[in-house]
C-alpha cells in the first residue's frame, strides 16, 4: 500500500520560508515522478511542481520555490522562500508511477 505523508507546514509571516517534505513508502521511489500541488480555499488544486528526470515550476513560483528528492531516504521536497499570502493553500504530496497516489496534505498559512 502506498502512503505518502507531508509534514513541514505552517503559519509563517510574509517573506519567510518553509520546508515541506513527503515521505513515501510501499512504492519504488526513484522511478516515481513526484509533484507537489495545492488547493487554496475555494479554488481548484493546482500543480505547484513537478521532478521527474527535470523539475517544472508554476510561473507563480518560479524563482522562490524549490522541489528536490533524496531517494535513498524516499522523501521529496519544496523549499518555499519568499512567501506571500497567496501561497496560503493544503499542500499535497502526489506520486505517479503507473497509479496516481496523493498525501493527505500539509497546511501552509502566510499572513501580510
Known amino acids: 500500500q502506498v502512503q505518502l505523508v507531508e509534514s513541514g507546514g505552517g503559519l509563517v509571516q510574509a517573506g519567510g520560508s518553509l520546508r515541506l517534505s513527503c515521505a513515501a513508502s510501499g512504492i519504488i521511489f526513484r522511478f516515481a515522478v513526484m509533484a507537489w500541488y495545492r488547493q487554496a480555499p475555494g479554488k481548484q488544486r493546482e500543480l505547484v511542481a513537478t521532478?521527474?528526470?527535470?523539475?517544472n515550476y508554476a510561473n507563480s513560483v518560479k524563482g522562490r520555490f524549490t522541489i528536490s528528492r533524496d531517494n535513498a531516504k524516499n522523501t521529496m521536497y519544496l523549499q518555499m522562500n519568499s512567501l506571500k499570502p497567496e501561497d496560503t493553500a493544503v499542500y499535497y504530496c502526489?506520486?505517479?508511477?503507473?497509479?496516481?497516489?496523493w498525501g493527505q496534505g500539509t497546511q501552509v498559512t502566510v499572513s501580510a
Open positions: 502526489n506520486a505517479q508511477l503507473g497509479a496516481i497516489h
Open positions: 521532478i521527474g528526470g527535470n523539475t
